[in-house]
């Protein structure tokens, strides 16, 4: 299967796009992508001049493994017209780029809900000419991952998890399999990041489902319990969405509920999660 057998099966032409896989320059575009939805839209709306040809619309796409691509989603182009007309807010976005406006097009555009499904899950070879980010060419479809995949487990010190990423593994665990095993079978040290200020909050996991059992409250209350956390989520409950998850420590497998809460408290020592942060005892 290809990229325009894909494409035809869902009633578009195939000569209408352009294939847009964007390197790693100026952002990480599957993080940017997931994490600042506005500033992804802003940075590819700003193109060369005549960029996208006569395209309709465009594909875009995050690097993956080598040359492959992983599929973000599809826009439709409306316009273009000189970068300097563009919104103000976007021009705002995309300043500290340091582009050259005046060489510059911003392309009005919008996503194609047709092809969300698909968004994080398709994953095709792009070829050896990655420095060539934007084709016409048709591409290979490598596969196609399973609805609410996150991505593989790596290692319990790499480890980081935004809100959403928490949720949809939590909600499919069989679809995350590599987390859910890898995760039910530990107890530990963790930290919930609050990225909107920077404050920590500490706790440790070390009853039945390990750290996947405690992260899975998480996921369906935000705040797990937490004393500070629940007054954070009451004053702001969109906060929740700037969380981020990850492991401080790995506890062995004799370890008792004493020595967590005691590994516990020398983490918060560390991190001053007391003392700015949101924890409380």
């Known amino acids: 299967?290809?990229?325009y057998d894909i494409i035809k099966m869902y009633g578009f032409i195939p000569e209408d796009f352009r294939f847009v896989r964007h390197g790693y320059a100026e952002i990480n575009p599957l993080e940017v992508f997931k994490d600042n939805p506005r500033l992804f839209d802003a940075y590819q709306s700003f193109q060369r001049k005549r960029k996208f040809g006569n395209a309709?619309?465009?594909a875009s796409f995050a690097p993956h493994h080598g040359t492959q691509g992983l599929f973000l989603g599809v826009?439709?182009?409306?316009?273009?017209?000189?970068?300097?007309?563009?919104?103000k807010k976007k021009l705002k976005l995309v300043e500290h780029f340091g582009w050259t406006l005046g060489k510059v097009s911003y392309y009005e555009m919008s996503p194609v809900e047709d092809f969300y499904d698909l968004s994080e899950r398709l994953i095709i070879e792009w070829g050896g000419s990655t420095v060539t980010w934007v084709q016409k060419k048709d591409k290979e479809v490598l596969s196609i991952l399973q609805p609410a995949y996150v991505r593989e487990f790596k290692s319990y010190e790499r480890t980081i998890l935004n809100r959403n990423e928490?949720?949809?593994?939590?909600?499919?665990?069989t679809n995350n399999a590599t987390w859910y095993n890898a995760l039910r079978s530990v107890n530990g040290i963790y930290c919930i990041t609050d990225t909107s200020n920077g404050k920590l909050y500490v706790g440790s996991a070390y009853g039945k489902n390990g750290l996947w059992g405690r992260w899975a409250t998480?996921?369906?209350?935000?705040?797990?319990?937490?004393?500070l956390l629940i007054d954070r989520l009451e004053k702001n409950p969109k906060a929740v969405e700037c969380f981020q998850y990850s492991i401080l420590e790995i506890l062995p497998g004799s370890s008792t509920a004493d020595d967590a809460v005691a590994k516990?408290?020398?983490?918060?020592?560390k991190l001053g999660s007391k003392i700015n942060g949101y924890n409380d005892n």
Do not use: D, F, S
Request: zero cysteines; proline letters at 5%.
């Open 1 to 3: 299967m290809t990229l």
């Open 56 to 58: 309709k619309y465009i």
């Open 75 to 87: 826009w439709e182009i409306k316009r273009e017209v000189a970068a300097l007309t563009g919104p």
């Open 166 to 173: 928490l949720v949809k593994m939590v909600n499919n665990p």
């Open 218 to 227: 998480y996921a369906v209350t935000g705040h797990g319990g937490n004393k």
């Open 264 to 269: 516990e408290i020398v983490w918060k020592q």
